[in-house]
């Protein structure tokens, strides 16, 4: 796709059973593993660390890295490799499918999965005219879930997570030199947008 990335997506995580999923967690780093335990629900759990599964299967796939990376984190909390400050990877997970999008750019990646949306969310992290394109679209859950990853993803790039202000994000002055690619999979039930510095 020209992105100069590996996309690694695994849309079958609920066919994990509780025995695989333990299995899984037991294989994770100690920090990793405190990570995924943290969440309340196995789905959550199975998430977060297939996750990271599907980032060292990038990682070896594009770099030829094997091994556990050492990771760090920005002043907000996003992740980087410690020992590879070239390599770039974004994770993201849904109910529907994980996924982590590794480049030698700066990248951010978001997963949703499509579900009704109301009016009200749509007002308030929506522009007027982003609303206006949902609001009068055929599949307004469609198209909600596609402008909603393309903000995560360029908020991921970023590196500052969810901001108050989320009608401007995607204003044509903020994405000079980023690009975007959205990935419908309507079969499956959920949206990806990846986000890449030019």
């Not at 100069?4 to 079958?12: E, Q, S, T």
């Not at 998430?47 to 050492?70: D, H, N, Q, T, W």
């Not at 469609?142 to 997570?161: I, M, P």
């Amino acid at each position: 796709m020209g992105y100069k990335g590996i996309l690694c997506i695994n849309d079958h995580i609920s066919d994990l059973s509780e025995a695989q999923t333990d299995r899984l967690l037991a294989s994770l780093p100690e920090w990793r593993r405190e990570t995924a335990l943290r969440f309340k629900h196995l789905q959550g759990k199975r998430e977060c660390a297939v996750g990271y599964i599907e980032l060292l299967r990038g990682l070896r796939i594009s770099f030829g890295i094997e091994g556990l990376p050492k990771f760090s984190f920005n002043e907000h909390g996003k992740p980087y490799l410690a020992e590879y400050p070239d390599i770039h990877f974004s994770i993201s997970h849904c109910k529907e499918a994980v996924g982590c999008f590794i480049s030698r750019r700066p990248c951010g990646l978001d997963i949703e999965r499509i579900r009704p949306v109301k009016e009200d969310l749509i007002r308030h992290t929506m522009s007027p005219e982003e609303a206006e394109s949902i609001l009068s679209a055929s599949c307004p859950d469609v198209v909600f879930t596609r402008l909603w990853t393309q903000k995560e993803a360029v908020l991921k790039l970023l590196g500052t997570g969810i901001i108050d202000d989320l009608h401007h994000v995607l204003n044509p002055e903020q994405l000079l030199d980023i690009r975007l690619k959205t990935i419908e999979n309507l079969y499956r039930g959920y949206v990806i947008t990846i986000a890449i510095k030019n």
